[in-house]
């Protein structure tokens, strides 16, 4: 399994180059004044010289190339046109909203969507079937934004002065703050240490933070504006998850040894979740897995319509304003870690089928 | 004599035609309800975007102010559900510039149908030539190629689509031929399996013993192996680059106003959501609808030519 894990993070080695490679190259690819397109159009001649020496724009491409990999090394992507800050530390602020949002979309997918499969797949073509997958092709074929606004039109307007009402936008209803779980139990962080970012990141995941802070005023009011949007964000994933679901489970079904335990006598409910889901789970895993890249690109539209601090939002008012350097390092960064995840599902394998060995 | 062979013969290619694969294949086609419902949707969709001159009471670019009485982002007007008759009759409502909805999301099935074959048509193409060298070449260049694919596939592909515009600069042109980018990794896979998959049989060395040159064997003898899952990864492809192109129009990325886009068209009236909900309802319901009919057929089409693709 060590073998494994080892070989397979060797493997990513390459992908990851790539990655870097592929968006060095678009950061190139920009027509005009890298330094105008990197530091905007009213950069002066003198700031620009010093921009071309540093990033070594004078020297050989592939001797830029091995500067740029160092400066992400380092965790340097520049600094942010628009905002004239660090790009890493606006990635800090913004990165764990998106995380929130994401990791309850995709686990509101999953536990909603593998039951519906293994729902659909043991009443083959009932109603419960037909609607299921019904609702699944449409699901998967909605726009994001789409839904999104429709959710928020229903929710928020129509649905208004009822107990079904729920907030359009934001994270938190004004008048309320999540205060950080460090500055509750007044542990005195220095700011702009490494332990204080550390430690802002993960207060910065507001369900997190309220839960350890125990403050369940909070925690409703982030629940409540966090429905809205991750429904809309989940609703392709769960509906990929539900036929993926459906399809292995039938699969599965279809095989002798279901057909033992049942003529053993076992009870059906234990034929189908022990023996078959058990077996189906495979597939399911790495749908699951591969879903996070659809979330990270849901997450661009979802966030700018529930006006969501996160780096889905970040993105497209980076993209808009031409921040190239946002644009630059938040492509690496969601790309990077959609291989650690499919890296992490690939290794999740030996756990959940032990046939795999994985040597 | 010769009367009695002429019957024979006709009957066997009577036989023969009846059972050939096409036949065999549309059968099992017509016989998956997605694919009928999917197939169905879209030829009306076609027909629409054929006949959108005539379907469509206005120009879809026409602005209608000081033309006829009627205000910014009014709402549908449909005389024979009661509208009155002395105001003009818009069935979709017009929207923040004044101009017909319903014309503007007739005309949007002509783009997004475009935006589809377009991108798909491209990706396929490319995917096909680089599926299909690599594949056939072995070695380092099919090393060298597939590797490359692995990257691209490793980018959440709507996010890679929006590097390659924010680099590119904003427009349809741009956006189309980044969705055809990230896509081509797709069809490269789907033909390299093919080609890898016959490229060993008995046939194909006996075309090369009997003097066919590689171009040769490759396009006649293997590439048409690829068609079947080409066609419904392609048809799949299509649903998505549709709603990634809307998506990225949504984002003011692809197309520009004015042009009748219904991912423009819902981006540029989002913020009306709560005053205007039609200007934002129907354009996302017709990008949903055509989306579907793409998602059926494929589903229907992968179920009837290559069941062992079903996922």
Same mark, same amino acid.
């Given at each position: 399994?060590?073998? /494994?894990?080892?070989?397979?993070?060797?493997?990513?080695?390459?992908?990851?180059?790539?990655?870097?490679?592929?968006?060095?190259?678009?950061?190139?690819? $920009?027509?005009?004044?890298? #330094?105008?397109?990197?530091?905007?159009?009213?950069?002066?001649?003198?700031? #620009?010289?010093?921009?071309?020496?540093?990033?070594?724009?004078?020297?050989?491409?592939?001797?830029?190339?091995?500067?740029?990999?160092?400066?992400?090394?380092?965790?340097?992507?520049? =600094?942010?046109?628009?905002?004239?800050?660090?790009?890493?530390?606006?990635?800090?602020?913004?990165?764990?909203?998106?995380?929130?949002?994401?990791?309850?979309?995709?686990?509101?997918?999953?536990?909603?969507?593998?039951?519906?499969?293994?729902?659909?797949?043991?009443? =083959?073509?009932?109603?419960?079937?037909? $609607?299921?997958?019904?609702?699944?092709?449409?699901?998967?074929?909605?726009?994001?934004?789409?839904?999104?606004?429709?959710?928020? /039109?229903?929710?928020?307007?129509?649905?208004?002065?009822?107990?079904?009402?729920?907030?359009?936008?934001?994270?938190?209803?004004?008048?309320?703050?999540?205060?950080? &779980?460090?500055?509750?139990?007044?542990?005195?962080?220095?700011?702009?240490?490494?332990?204080?970012?550390?430690?802002?990141?993960?207060?910065?995941?507001?369900?997190?933070?309220?839960?350890?802070?125990?403050?369940?005023?909070?925690?409703?009011?982030?629940?409540?504006?966090?429905?809205?949007?991750?429904?809309?964000?989940?609703?392709?994933?769960?509906?990929? $998850?539900? =036929?993926?679901?459906?399809?292995?489970?039938?699969?599965?079904?279809?095989?002798? /040894?279901?057909?033992?335990?049942?003529?053993?006598?076992?009870?059906?409910?234990?034929?189908?979740?022990?023996?078959?889901?058990?077996?189906?789970?495979?597939?399911?895993?790495?749908?699951?897995?591969?879903?996070?890249?659809?979330?990270?690109?849901?997450?661009?539209?979802?966030?700018?319509?529930?006006? &969501?601090?996160?780096?889905? =939002?970040?993105?497209?008012?980076?993209?808009?304003?031409?921040?190239?350097?946002?644009?630059?390092?938040?492509?690496?960064?969601?790309?990077?870690? /959609?291989?650690?995840?499919?890296?992490?599902?690939?290794?999740?394998?030996?756990?959940?089928?032990?046939?795999?060995?994985?040597? | 004599?010769?009367?009695?062979?002429?019957?024979?013969?006709?009957?066997?290619?009577?036989?023969?035609?009846?059972?050939?694969?096409?036949?065999?294949?549309?059968?099992?086609?017509?016989?998956?309800?997605?694919?009928?419902?999917?197939?169905?949707?879209?030829?009306?969709?076609?027909?629409? %975007?054929?006949?959108?001159?005539?379907?469509?009471?206005?120009?879809?670019?026409?602005?209608?102010?000081?033309?006829?009485?009627?205000?910014?982002?009014?709402?549908?007007?449909?005389?024979?559900?009661?509208?009155?008759?002395?105001?003009?009759?818009?069935?979709?409502?017009?929207?923040? !510039?004044?101009?017909?909805?319903?014309?503007?999301?007739?005309?949007?099935?002509?783009?997004?149908?475009?935006?589809?074959?377009?991108?798909?048509?491209?990706?396929?193409?490319?995917?096909?030539?680089?599926?299909?060298?690599?594949?056939?070449?072995?070695?380092?260049?099919? !090393?060298?190629?597939?590797?490359?694919?692995?990257?691209?596939?490793? *980018?959440?592909?709507?996010?890679?689509?929006?590097?390659?515009?924010?680099?590119?600069?904003?427009? +349809?042109? !741009?956006?189309?031929? %980044?969705?055809?980018?990230?896509?081509?990794?797709?069809?490269?896979?789907?033909?390299?399996?093919?080609?890898?998959?016959?490229?060993?049989?008995?046939?194909?060395?006996?075309?090369?013993? +009997?003097?066919?040159?590689? *171009?040769?064997?490759?396009?006649?003898?293997?590439?048409?192996?690829?068609?079947?899952?080409?066609?419904?990864?392609?048809?799949?492809?299509?649903?998505?680059?549709?709603?990634?192109?809307?998506?990225?129009? *949504?984002?003011?990325?692809?197309?520009?106003?004015?042009?009748?886009?219904?991912?423009?068209?819902?981006?540029?009236?989002?913020?009306?959501?709560?005053? %205007?909900?039609?200007?934002?309802?129907?354009?996302?319901?017709?990008?949903?609808?055509?989306? +579907?009919?793409?998602? +059926?057929?494929?589903?229907?089409?992968?179920?009837?030519?290559?069941?062992?693709?079903?996922?």
């Amino acid at each position: 399994m060590t073998q /494994y894990a080892i070989r397979r993070l060797l493997l990513s080695i390459p992908v990851v180059f790539g990655i870097l490679l592929i968006t060095f190259v678009l950061a190139r690819a $920009i027509p005009g004044d890298p #330094c105008k397109a990197m530091l905007g159009e009213k950069a002066s001649a003198e700031v #620009c010289e010093r921009f071309t020496r540093d990033h070594g724009l004078d020297k050989p491409i592939p001797v830029q190339f091995m500067i740029y990999m160092k400066d992400i090394v380092r965790g340097d992507f520049g =600094r942010s046109i628009r905002f004239s800050r660090p790009v890493t530390q606006i990635l800090i602020e913004r990165l764990p909203t998106t995380i929130e949002l994401g990791a309850i979309a995709l686990v509101l997918a999953a536990l909603v969507g593998i039951p519906l499969g293994v729902i659909s797949a043991v009443k =083959r073509n009932s109603a419960v079937d037909v $609607i299921t997958m019904i609702g699944a092709n449409t699901g998967v074929s909605m726009p994001v934004y789409w839904l999104g606004l429709m959710l928020a /039109y229903a929710f928020a307007l129509l649905l208004k002065d009822t107990p079904f009402w729920l907030p359009p936008s934001g994270r938190l209803s004004a008048g309320l703050a999540a205060v950080p &779980f460090f500055e509750v139990f007044n542990w005195n962080l220095v700011p702009g240490t490494f332990i204080y970012q550390f430690m802002d990141f993960f207060s910065n995941m507001y369900i997190f933070n309220s839960l350890i802070t125990a403050d369940w005023v909070v925690l409703g009011d982030v629940i409540k504006h966090l429905i809205l949007p991750s429904v809309a964000l989940s609703t392709i994933p769960l509906s990929i $998850i539900a =036929r993926m679901t459906r399809s292995s489970m039938l699969e599965v079904l279809r095989q002798d /040894y279901i057909r033992t335990a049942r003529a053993k006598g076992l009870f059906e409910r234990f034929v189908i979740l022990k023996h078959g889901f058990r077996n189906a789970l495979l597939p399911i895993a790495t749908i699951i897995g591969l879903q996070v890249g659809t979330l990270f690109a849901g997450a661009v539209l979802t966030e700018s319509i529930f006006s &969501f601090a996160g780096v889905g =939002r970040m993105l497209f008012e980076a993209i808009t304003a031409r921040d190239f350097p946002i644009v630059q390092a938040f492509t690496v960064v969601i790309s990077v870690g /959609y291989v650690a995840v499919n890296l992490i599902v690939d290794l999740s394998y030996v756990f959940i089928d032990p046939r795999i060995k994985l040597d | 004599m010769a009367a009695i062979t002429d019957t024979t013969n006709s009957e066997d290619k009577k036989d023969y035609r009846s059972n050939s694969l096409a036949r065999l294949t549309l059968r099992r086609i017509i016989r998956q309800r997605s694919a009928v419902i999917g197939g169905t949707i879209l030829g009306l969709l076609i027909l629409v %975007a054929i006949f959108a001159p005539v379907l469509a009471p206005y120009d879809p670019e026409e602005v209608l102010i000081g033309k006829e009485d009627i205000k910014k982002r009014s709402s549908p007007c449909i005389h024979l559900l009661g509208c009155p008759e002395d105001q003009p009759q818009h069935i979709l409502g017009v929207d923040g !510039n004044v101009r017909d909805v319903f014309s503007r999301v007739i005309f949007g099935t002509r783009v997004s149908l475009f935006i589809g074959f377009s991108t798909v048509g491209f990706a396929i193409v490319i995917g096909t030539f680089l599926g299909a060298v690599g594949g056939y070449a072995g070695g380092w260049l099919d !090393n060298l190629i597939m590797r490359f694919m692995d990257v691209l596939l490793a *980018f959440p592909s709507f996010l890679l689509a929006i590097a390659i515009v924010s680099v590119l600069g904003r427009g +349809l042109q !741009n956006a189309l031929l %980044a969705i055809g980018i990230v896509t081509i990794p797709v069809y490269a896979r789907v033909v390299r399996a093919s080609v890898l998959s016959v490229k060993e049989q008995e046939y194909v060395s006996a075309s090369l013993a +009997l003097g066919g040159s590689h *171009f040769h064997i490759l396009f006649t003898r293997i590439l048409p192996n690829a068609i079947p899952p080409l066609i419904v990864q392609g048809t799949l492809g299509i649903a998505t680059a549709i709603l990634d192109a809307a998506a990225l129009s *949504f984002l003011g990325l692809g197309a520009q106003p004015p042009t009748p886009e219904w991912g423009t068209m819902l981006g540029s009236e989002r913020n009306q959501v709560f005053t %205007a909900p039609h200007l934002v309802f129907f354009p996302g319901l017709a990008i949903m609808i055509t989306v +579907l009919s793409f998602n +059926l057929l494929g589903d229907g089409l992968r179920d009837a030519i290559d069941p062992r693709l079903k996922q």
